[in-house]
């Protein structure tokens, strides 16, 4: 295992430490690992909240600033951040008019958040929860969990906290986080590991010549191997796996996101890109705008995602909408 580290113990919170000095517009709430805005707006409005475990930056803290969140709980590697840290989170960011939730699908984050919202309601913070689930290689079942929420949620960040920076209430930011969950669809591939510093190897292992479908963020083994295929068939195999979830009709519009786990170079995912893009125009599907890069990672697992939006005029309007943090800017 090759880590640049000083502990194992003390991984998130030097992270967080030096997270904040290369970003002085964010800080850490005292005694917590909840990065709020330093500059919260003038006047009341809707909170937006986020988090889960640490090992993916720059999500979450990354989406925190104008025109996405106000906040994110940050917990240890891969595990959910504790409620009293969501409490004080939620606390943070209530400007009188309520706060949404978003969670990932993951049982920890949602129990965590679930607990925070109703031991708060005795202080008369109103919280409402949206919960995302775009990754389609796990089945969605009433029996389950169900389908995991992964690089799609940065785009519900974008849709709720512009919706929220507008002014809206509540109600109103819960339904366009709900549209944007409904209309989005994420499918990835691995084609190495990542090793949590605490275990000291990976959780599982690939052939020179293998890549693996449907893995999770957090390590997951996938859902089925191969020899690793081009560029463009790769990109076939993606948007035919999303497009089997979603209907995607010629002459709809749709927000693309390739996300890289943290090892793969901008450069392939780039290349994927320009594939995906073909490929949608061959459809007569329209591309309305394209996002690059690494949006939310696996530590250093090498692959990436493709998350596709489905866009109304609503949706596209938000997703215009002027964002500001560090990991996303938008107008």
Do not use: W
């Given at each position: 295992?090759k880590?640049?580290?000083?502990s194992v113990?003390?991984?998130v ?13 964010l800080?850490?709430l ?21 988090g ?10 990354g ?8 906040a994110?709980?940050?917990g240890?590697l891969f ?7 969501m409490?004080?989170?939620i ?11 978003v ?11 679930d ?9 008369g ?10 990754d389609?290689a796990?089945?969605e ?19 709720a906290?512009a919706k ?6 509540l ?23 990542c ?6 190897k ?10 693996e ?9 996938g ?12 990109a076939?195999?993606?948007?035919e ?13 749709v ?20 594939d995906?893009?073909?490929?949608l125009?061959e459809?007569r599907i329209g ?9 939310m ?14 866009l109304d005029?609503e949706?596209k309007e ?14």
């Amino acid at each position: 295992m090759k880590k640049i580290l000083n502990s194992v113990e003390n991984v998130v919170p030097e992270m967080l430490e030096g997270m904040m000095l290369a970003h002085p517009d964010l800080k850490i709430l005292p005694g917590t690992q909840v990065v709020v805005r330093k500059n919260r707006p003038s006047g009341e409005k809707v909170g937006v909240i986020s988090g889960g475990g640490s090992g993916h930056e720059p999500a979450h803290a990354g989406y925190v600033g104008a025109g996405m969140l106000d906040a994110a709980c940050a917990g240890a590697l891969f595990s959910s951040p504790s409620v009293d840290q969501m409490i004080e989170g939620i606390r943070a960011v209530d400007m009188g008019k309520g706060v949404l939730i978003v969670a990932k699908n993951y049982t920890g984050d949602n129990l965590n958040f679930d607990m925070a919202a109703e031991l708060l309601e005795d202080e008369g913070i109103r919280v409402e929860k949206v919960v995302v689930k775009d990754d389609i290689a796990v089945e969605e079942s009433e029996n389950t969990t169900g389908r995991r929420g992964v690089a799609g949620t940065i785009f519900v960040h974008k849709i709720a906290g512009a919706k929220a920076e507008s002014g809206a209430d509540l109600d109103e930011v819960k339904r366009c986080a709900e549209k944007a969950i409904r209309n989005i669809r994420t499918f990835g591939f691995a084609l190495s590991p990542c090793i949590i510093p605490s275990v000291g190897k990976p959780g599982f292992t690939l052939e020179e010549e293998e890549m693996e479908l449907g893995t999770g963020i957090h390590g997951e083994a996938g859902i089925k191997r191969m020899s690793i295929p081009s560029s463009r068939e790769l990109a076939e195999i993606l948007l035919e796996k999303i497009q089997s979830n979603i209907v995607l009709n010629g002459g709809e519009e749709v927000a693309v996101m390739v996300n890289g786990c943290g090892a793969t170079p901008l450069m392939e995912l780039y290349i994927l890109m320009q594939d995906v893009a073909k490929i949608l125009t061959e459809k007569r599907i329209g591309l309305y705008k394209s996002f690059v890069g690494n949006y939310m990672t696996s530590l250093e697992m090498a692959g990436g995602a493709v998350t596709v939006m489905k866009l109304d005029d609503e949706l596209k309007e938000l997703l215009d909408a002027k964002a500001d943090t560090f990991a996303f800017h938008m107008g």
